[in-house]
């Protein structure tokens, strides 16, 4: 019932107006047609259970039997003279129950079986909500910075109109030359040129933006805030093997492919059946003829020879169980890998803004330092030029720097399965409460040890171990 209440609230909630990245994730999970396709198939896997439950109880079965026979006058002497049999009526009704005594643990495999195969979908559900909140915090966060690449494209193209102004007064005073004029009408191009990318690029990143989120209209976007993300390789492994849908998937599988397991050893175990049958006969071909007859037994079935079919069937659903844990395996060392390489990509993010905060003082300084001694006559108006192509190539680049360390952080996040947790609340409402899963105790070392062998495991895992086991030997 809460699976189909979630599906009335996405199809009816209207799209709203967004003000900041929590209200666009959360239209996505509450309006995206890719949260109810994945709500609809929980609600179809929780049938399954209910299905596998039915197993265990009983079943009542009710046959009835309406006849008509005309016999002609070869029975009249059978009836005492009555007249010949027309149109008699013959009615038989049979009850009939079955419920299983003892089915060799088969239906409850059954059961787990197929609230494994619930989990999977509830952990699939929630792989879609997370690759669907970093589609849209990818979408808004690019619509934002486009908007702040036109505000820097257009703040370049005021400072090159400012600089002509100077070259033509220049002119005029015979301190310049008319190349300095046609120089800066040309940059002046240029930069309308990247005004006009960044309005394309503004454009571009709300219809994607809108198709996510269902949004007619998005105000007041702005730099998100970067999220905060565990502090060491170490912390991000142990919560990933916890909390990545693709890591809980898998041990769902395995929890899946056991069960098999035990469902096909029931098929070779005995089975036992209390049977109850009530019959209730009635023909009118015989005055008063009525007969009824119950009966109760106990039915043991117990295989003795299937052509090996049985003993077949155990082999492959071990095989089918060794095959999933081979399976989790990779998807672990997977894992490890992107959640290594997704830190990475954090810490370069990081230094990269430091790196442009830099790179812009010095444009700055430079630019005023050319500018002045371009005034002065030391130096040609191109020099003034480039030193303006130089800031705005340092401005670009730390914006593009800040917007890639916000999308660093949630990609990070995405990784380890805890994006939204605290933020995106109409997402956590459609998640809903995940089974309780406990990962082995060895989760973390698999994911450290294993895959990751020079990775040390535990808090002590910070930025110095950022260049790998180069640095570490």
Not at 141 to 154: N, S, W
């Amino acid at each position: 019932m809460r699976a189909l209440a979630t599906i009335l609230v996405l199809a009816t909630c209207p799209p709203a107006v967004a003000q900041s990245l929590e209200q666009a994730v959360n239209s996505t999970c509450l309006t995206n047609p890719g949260v109810a396709t994945a709500t609809f198939r929980v609600a179809q896997s929780e049938e399954g259970i209910i299905e596998a439950r039915s197993a265990l109880f009983p079943r009542l079965d009710s046959t009835t039997q309406i006849g008509l026979a005309d016999d002609g006058d070869e029975v009249d002497e059978l009836r005492g003279g009555l007249g010949p049999l027309t149109n008699a009526r013959q009615v038989s009704s049979r009850l009939s129950l079955s419920q299983p005594l003892y089915l060799g643990g088969r239906a409850r495999a059954g059961i787990a079986q197929a609230k494994a195969s619930r989990d999977v979908e509830l952990y699939r559900r929630q792989a879609e909500l997370i690759d669907l909140q970093l589609d849209t915090i990818e979408a808004y966060v690019d619509l934002a910075r486009a908007r702040a690449q036109d505000d820097v494209q257009r703040s370049n193209v005021r400072a090159l109109k400012e600089q002509l102004g100077n070259a033509e007064r220049r002119f005029e005073l015979g301190a310049g030359t008319r190349s300095d004029i046609v120089q800066a009408r040309s940059r002046i191009g240029q930069g309308e040129a990247g005004v006009t990318d960044a309005q394309n690029a503004i454009r571009q990143a709300f219809v994607r933006l809108r198709n996510i989120t269902g949004l007619t209209t998005v105000d007041d976007i702005e730099l998100p805030t970067e999220p905060s993300v565990p502090l060491s390789i170490g912390a991000a492994l142990s919560e990933a093997a916890r909390n990545n849908p693709n890591a809980r998937i898998a041990l769902a599988q395995i929890e899946q492919a056991e069960q098999s397991i035990r469902v096909a050893q029931g098929e070779r175990s005995p089975n036992i059946r209390l049977l109850g049958n009530l019959n209730i006969q009635r023909d009118t071909a015989f005055n008063g003829f009525e007969r009824d007859e119950g009966s109760l037994s106990v039915e043991m079935n117990i295989p003795i020879f299937a052509g090996g079919g049985l003993a077949s069937r155990e082999r492959s659903a071990k095989l089918g169980a060794a095959l999933q844990r081979s399976e989790r395996d990779r998807i672990l060392q997977r894992l490890a890998e992107t959640v290594e390489r997704e830190w990475y990509n954090l810490l370069a993010s990081k230094d990269l803004i430091e790196v442009n905060n830099g790179l812009l003082k010095a444009a700055t300084q430079a630019l005023e330092a050319v500018s002045r001694e371009v005034e002065a006559g030391f130096r040609p108006n191109v020099d003034l030029l480039n030193a303006q192509q130089e800031l705005l190539a340092a401005e670009i680049g730390l914006t593009n720097a800040r917007f890639d360390t916000v999308l660093s952080a949630y990609r990070y996040l995405g990784v380890i399965g805890t994006i939204g947790e605290g933020r995106f609340l109409k997402c956590r409402d459609v998640i809903g409460d995940l089974p309780h899963t406990t990962p082995d105790l060895s989760d973390q070392k698999e994911l450290s040890r294993r895959w990751v062998p020079w990775l040390p495991v535990g808090p002590d895992t910070n930025r110095s171990d950022r260049r790998g086991p180069r640095a570490r030997r």
